[in-house]
């Protein structure tokens, strides 16, 4: 079976205009993805003139193209830290406030503006600016050195962002499969031979626990995949082991299979009985 990399947040630097990476710009890993990722949407609105409001008949009016905020909460710990362990957590945290921190702008130098961020975790990606970051710090070490910080930080960009997908994005889950639904009137070998599975009809009314093929149900669910060996026949496993003298060993994992249920009209032969004695 193969195994699944458990994919790590990132903080990444953009652009001021947001276009795309700074180049040298800082990308930071976080330390533990988010529990949790809250995204809002908002227009701005203002009321116009000459409405009559008593009326109820007030319009609104859209002003700019809106605004989508990203709020989360990242966590880090150092007495968490499996290598290049610091003594201060605010010596990890201070990678993040750099995105808060303004800069000469690129447009104009005598200006300060942030850098761009962008959020990304996987399939999830925000691009905006960091409009608001709290710190809070706990767990102190005997010398007062904080040893955990939680972070809430806020992104926004100036217009309505849409998630785009690759895709129609189904997917088929392992061991899901369609059940058929019988019909007033309905027989197990008829639904079986409509599927092409006429030949299999007792495995599959053994698979589904249907003790009569002939009276189904209404309604009742089958799973026409489903099958069951047909036959009688004895499985020991585990270590059951019998000396010459007939003296029978069991160990911790043996075990005794009954017979599989049989529908035809020769009846499945009889558990055979193990003397013990």
């Known amino acids: 079976m193969s195994e699944t990399t458990l994919r790590k947040a990132k903080l990444i ?3 001021e205009d947001l276009s ?7 990308s930071i890993d976080v330390q533990f993805n988010p529990d949790s990722l809250k995204v809002t949407y908002a227009n701005q609105v203002v009321q116009p003139e000459g409405g009559n409001q008593a009326a109820g008949t007030a319009g609104r009016q859209f002003v700019g193209a809106g605004t989508t905020k990203l ?3 990242l966590w880090f710990d150092v007495s968490a830290m499996t290598e290049n362990a610091v003594d201060d957590v605010r010596r990890l945290t201070k990678d993040v406030i750099h995105f808060m921190s303004p800069k000469a702008s690129e447009q104009d130098a005598s200006k300060l503006a942030p850098p761009g961020t962008r959020f990304s975790w996987g399939s999830f ?3 905006g600016m960091v409009e608001g970051l709290e710190e809070t710090l706990e767990f102190f070490s005997p010398e007062g050195k904080p040893l955990r910080a939680s972070i809430a930080l806020t992104l926004s960009q100036q217009k309505i962002l849409v998630s785009t997908f690759e895709g129609d994005g189904k997917v088929a889950r392992a061991g899901a499969r369609p059940f058929a639904s019988a019909k007033q009137g309905d027989s197990l070998q008829g639904m079986a031979a409509d599927a092409g599975k006429g030949g ?3 495995g599959i009314a053994s698979a589904n626990g249907i003790e009569d093929p002939l009276r189904m149900n209404a309604g009742q669910f089958v ?3 489903a099958s069951a060996g047909i036959g009688g026949s004895i499985g020991v496993s585990g270590g059951a082991g019998f000396g010459a003298s007939g003296a029978a060993g069991f160990g911790a994992a043996a075990s005794v299979s009954p017979p599989a249920i049989s529908l035809g009209a ?3 032969p009889p558990l055979p009985k193990l003397g013990l004695n």
């Open 13 to 15: 630097e953009l652009k």
């Open 20 to 26: 795309s990476e700074l180049p040298g710009g800082k």
């Open 71 to 73: 709020a989360l909460t």
């Open 125 to 127: 990606i925000f691009d």
């Open 200 to 202: 299999n009809w007792q």
């Open 223 to 225: 799973d026409l995949n």
């Open 266 to 268: 020769v009846a499945a």
